[in-house]
């Protein structure tokens, strides 16, 4: 996650930025907004297995719909839905047999997040998730078998939920955004899906490009 890391920072600086530069655009603080998001994502499985090493990280996306709903100047709720797609790579070791397994989940998300207004134009977030399992499949190279595989979604929880916070600038209806969300839910649901993940749950970094259309 070191790429995301570095993109908080940078983001970091904008938000700092854009708060000692602030647009005249005063009102686009009081009203409702609506809109589309999307962008890229940069998601890992966070689990205790002695059998898994080398993880990396999965490259996807998300998108969706957001609304903004002002109480007060300072303060607003932002609910959003979203396609996202999430897991990881890793590789195995089991009784001898070596391999690689790439994990790829994808859910409906729905982030409800308390917004803090830093002015016109910067704002910082922090609430809940929750997701559903849309589907899911795994890559596999190695002594087990190579190729690509749906998994049966009844191994893996359909319904996730976390924690997710970060920032956003608009500038006019146009907003740039970083966000992280982590899982508190395991991914796990079977005796084999836990035996490959054991505890696992979902992290994932999100940098976002959106419109408001109002």
């Given at each position: ?11 970091g ?7 000692l530069l ?8 009081s009203?409702v907004?609506?809109g589309l ?14 059998n898994?090493?080398?993880?990396k990280?999965?490259?996807?996306f ?6 903004q709903?002002?109480a ?17 790579s890793?590789?195995y ?11 790829r ?15 016109n ?7 809940p ?31 996730d939920y976390?924690v997710?916070?970060?920032?956003n600038l ?7 955004g970083?966000?992280?969300?982590q ?5 796990a649901?079977?005796t084999?899906?836990?035996?490959v ?7 994932v970094?999100?940098?976002s490009?959106?419109f408001?259309?109002?």
């Open positions: 996650m070191k790429k995301v890391r570095n993109s908080c920072l940078a983001m600086l904008l938000t700092v930025g854009a708060w602030q647009p005249a655009d005063a009102t686009a603080q009203r907004r609506a998001k999307g962008g890229f994502n940069a998601s890992s499985l966070f689990y205790e297995n002695a898994a090493a080398d993880r990280e999965r490259y996807g998300h998108g969706g719909i957001y609304a709903i002002p007060g100047d300072f303060f607003a709720i932002q609910p959003e839905l979203l396609y996202t797609t999430k897991g990881a890793a590789n070791n089991v009784v001898g047999f070596q391999g690689r397994n790439t994990f989940l994808n859910y409906a998300e729905l982030p409800v997040l308390a917004t803090f207004k830093l002015g134009t910067a704002e910082i977030q922090a609430g998730y929750a997701a559903y399992l849309l589907n899911s499949n795994i890559s596999s190279n190695g002594d087990l078998g190579t190729g690509l595989a749906s998994l049966n979604r009844d191994a893996f929880n359909k319904f976390g997710a916070g970060g920032l608009f500038f006019g209806k146009a907003l740039i970083l966000r992280y969300g899982g508190l839910q395991k991914i649901n079977s084999a899906s836990r035996a993940l054991g505890n696992a749950r979902n992290g970094g999100m940098i490009v959106g408001s259309i109002n």
